[in-house]
């Protein structure tokens, strides 16, 4: 019960940095005479990639003092680090799950690609840059900090490896639920087993960190790559997802998840 106080506690301080990001972004807004709902909501939109950036660097910069305080490695070591291309099977896995999830249900896409737009008008390429930087590089280590790091290992210490992952993804599938409902939770969720077996059998966070990067990159390249809809859609993503699952059934025949560990 412990460690799932622990965990919720996580969730809730980064779920609280950004509300307080958003709220302090709000501030501003008024400030500078926007006072219409309408207008402020349209603005804060906008804004996403912006606000998710900053509380994705609070939120990193916050679990970096916590464990140097414990005099804790943040990345734990790992003999397998040495050789990261056991990583390589799951992130192709990753990609190919996410762009079928991501050709079948929209997902967030939509709004960050409106950020994107509203950032690159200002500043030729600025948009794709902070792209770029949040999806691929930001939130990965955010989340994977959250959910990886803290939050598997802190239930290992109470339930089975297998029990932790599933937990754990889980809770990451439902700290996506408000970016697109719950098909996107449910699609978060599934990533999260996959994300949780890598952390666990390579014992490398910066491995889960590489995948979990490759996982959000359709999302990025949807942005810019405008790809065929309708059954052609539908027939990509079928076979996208079907590559990802026997990929990965392939992956897990030679590492073993064990429910005593």
């Not at 408000?178 to 969720?189: Q, R, S, T």
């Not at 990929?247 to 005593?260: D, F």
Request: glycine residues 6%; charged residues 10%; contains cysteine.
């Amino acid at each position: 019960m412990k460690q799932m106080i622990k965990c919720v506690l996580w969730v809730l301080l980064n779920f609280a940095l950004q509300f307080i990001v958003q709220v302090a972004m709000s501030i501003y807004a008024v400030a500078q005479g926007m006072r219409d709902d309408a207008v402020l909501n349209a603005w804060l939109m906008d804004n996403l990639l912006l606000t998710t950036l900053i509380s994705n660097v609070i939120f990193i910069a916050i679990a970096g003092a916590v464990f140097a305080g414990k005099k804790v490695r943040l990345f734990p070591d790992s003999e397998r680090e040495k050789h990261l291309g056991v990583c390589i099977v799951p992130c192709v896995a990753a990609f190919l799950y996410s762009l079928g999830f991501s050709l079948l249900f929209e997902g967030n896409s939509a709004m960050i690609q409106n950020s994107v737009e509203y950032y690159s008008e200002k500043v030729s390429w600025l948009g794709t840059i902070m792209m770029v930087v949040d999806l691929l590089i930001l939130a990965p280590i955010a989340e994977e900090l959250l959910c990886r790091r803290i939050m598997l290992d802190g239930l290992k210490k109470r339930y089975s490896s297998l029990v932790a992952v599933v937990i754990s993804a889980v809770i990451f599938g439902a700290m996506h639920i408000m970016a697109g409902g719950p098909a996107l939770a449910i699609g978060a969720a599934v990533m999260g087993l996959l994300l949780g077996m890598v952390y666990v059998l390579t014992g490398s966070l910066r491995a889960a960190i590489i995948v979990h990067a490759a996982a959000n990159l359709p999302d990025f390249l949807l942005s810019v790559v405008t790809l065929p809809e309708g059954t052609i859609s539908a027939v990509i993503a079928a076979v996208c997802l079907a590559a990802a699952v026997l990929l990965m059934l392939w992956w897990s025949r030679h590492h073993h998840l064990n429910s005593g560990d």
